[in-house]
Each structure stands twice: as C-alpha cells, then as structure tokens.
C-alpha cells in the first residue's frame, strides 16, 4: 500500500523511528549538558573560596591575626613597620554604606509603593524599565558622576568637604542601588492578594493606611531581603568608591573626610602597587576573604528574613 505522494507506510513508520530515536538522544543529551554547567558553577565558586583561604592563610603566616583584626591603623606601605588593621578599611566599608542606605532605603520603599499601590498600569509599564535601566549603568559612570558632579555640589554646601570624600561616594552609591530596593520590594508587595486590600478599604481604610499597615506588612520579608541583598551589593561596590572616596584608610565616621574602603584597596594593589609573593599582595586576599564574609553573612540574613516572615497566599 502506498500513499498518494509515493511514500509508503513503512518508510513513514521508518521516518518516524528515526525521528524519535533522534528526540530521544536528545533528552538524554540536555539533562547531562545542564547537569555540566551546574557543575562548572559549582566548581568555580569552590575555586574561589579555597584560592581566599589559602592565600588568606600564608597572610596570616606574615602577620598575626590578632593585630589585623585589632590594630586601628592600615599602613601596608610603611617601609619596615608597616600596619595591617582592617578596622580602618572596615570603617571606611561601613561608613559608605550607611549613608548610601540613608539615601536608598526611604526613596527605593517610597518608589516600590508609589508603584505597586498608586501608579496605573501604564505608569507601571514606564516607570519599572526606567529604573531596571539605571541599575544597568556601568559602575565606572558612577564614580565619575560623584567625582565631577556631586562632589562640586556638595562643596557649595559643605564648604569643608574635601576633593575626595566619603559623603559623595555615599550618596551615589546610594542612588545605585535605589533600582534594586524599589524593583525587588515592589514586586514582593504586588504579590499580596487584592482581597486584602479590599477588605480594608471595605472597613474604611485610606489608601495610604492599606499600603502601610496591611500591604507592607504582608511583604516585610520581600521588603526587609530587598535591603539587606541591596546593601551587600553596597558593601562589595569599587568604583564609585575608588574614585570618589579616595584612599586614606582611616578609622573615622565624619563623611566630609577622605576615607579607603576594603575594595578600593584592592584595586590599588592590583594594580600594580605590590610585587607577587609579598605582604602586600597576600594582604589582598586577607581583605577579600574579609569582604567575602561579610556579604555572605549579609545573603544569609537575608534569606533567613524572607524564610522567618515569608507569608504564603
């Protein structure tokens, strides 16, 4: 028997064979791909972690731990009595991220409000791919926005404030990471059912009282883990503060001063500052490791936020 085109049924049956035989060596092919490149990602951060920790360790081999966690003062360059206390890069860290949470924190939560309870749908659709496009913009544009920009601004009114600095740097990293806050706590709040904004309107709620005391409440894990992974994003920042913030380690709070944080130090290093295999190239690793752990730690309270307050629906 043959089919009106000429082909028989055996040679279709055949046809079709061979095209599930070839499906079939495909779905055995994909799994073990995929199964290839976890494992290349998993791979790569072991690679990372254990290059810190051996590199860590001959530091350590150098100079003692208790003075690099103790010591006040960062002078890795001092000649024959050079200083290694990480509490001077730590400072500076610290100092930049707060007053980039001080900028991001109350404008990204006022932003996620606007648009997940006031905007319209067509507000949303515009406003939302603005701000997904500002976290888009290089680091390096940043710097130099704080260096020519800011910094001159804020010298008209802090007339003390220095070419370099830690407020400007802040500020601008704080406008950085405002995409990341609004984004993620936006989208945390939209989840919350409609039926929980109704019944509260329904018993005479404002709109204003509805978003702050039913939704924002009902979203406080997605809200509270927005800040926290923005602001280890904040903490691991280079540029901005490479250039801006300058690179006088220092164990101070005043913003209007020249402050160094832990990545800035290592971009001086890296580039070319210390020679392979001296003290001052294996202090890289040693602040890495030290940047390491505190953005992990600050991953891992954050999940443990959206896991503790996470509100099923």
């Known amino acids: ?158 007339p003390e404030l220095g070419f370099f600095n830690a407020l400007s740097p802040g500020i601008v990293v704080g406008i950085m990471i405002i995409p990341m806050i609004a984004s993620l706590s936006e989208d945390a709040m939209s989840s919350v059912p409609n039926s929980m904004r109704e019944g509260a309107l329904a018993m005479g709620a404002t709109k ?28 691991g920042e280079t540029m901005i503060v490479t250039l801006a913030g300058g690179a006088t380690p220092k164990l101070t709070f005043d913003p209007t001063e020249s402050i160094q944080t832990m990545t800035a130090y290592i971009v001086q290093v890296s580039s070319g500052d210390a020679g392979y295999g001296t003290t001052i190239y294996y202090s890289i690793y040693a602040v890495g490791m030290t940047l390491f752990l505190f953005t992990f730690i600050m991953n891992i309270f954050a999940q443990f936020i959206s896991r503790r307050f996470r509100e099923e629906y």
């Open 1 to 158: 028997m043959a089919l009106s085109n000429g082909q028989s049924i055996s040679g279709l049956i055949k046809e079709r064979k061979n095209k599930k035989s070839a499906l079939n060596v495909i779905e055995k092919v994909i799994p073990i791909f995929l199964f290839l490149t976890a494992i290349v990602s998993i791979l790569t951060t072991v690679g990372i972690v254990l290059t810190l920790i051996f590199e860590t360790f001959t530091f350590f081999t150098r100079i003692p731990f208790i003075d690099f966690v103790t010591q006040k003062e960062w002078y890795p360059f001092f000649g024959n009595d050079p200083s290694y206390g990480i509490i001077a890069l730590i400072s500076g860290t610290l100092l930049i991220t707060v007053i980039a949470a001080i900028v991001a924190v109350p404008i990204g939560l006022a932003a996620a409000i606007f648009l997940s309870e006031y905007a319209s749908d067509r507000t949303r659709r515009i406003i939302k791919p603005i701000l997904e496009v500002l976290a888009g913009i290089p680091t390096i544009v940043y710097g130099f926005f704080a260096l020519s920009f800011v910094t001159p601004l804020l010298q008209q009114i802090v």
């Open 208 to 235: 204003f009282e509805v978003a702050m005391k039913v939704v924002l409440p009902a979203a406080v894990s997605g809200v509270v883990a927005s800040f926290v992974l923005a602001l280890s994003r904040a903490i």
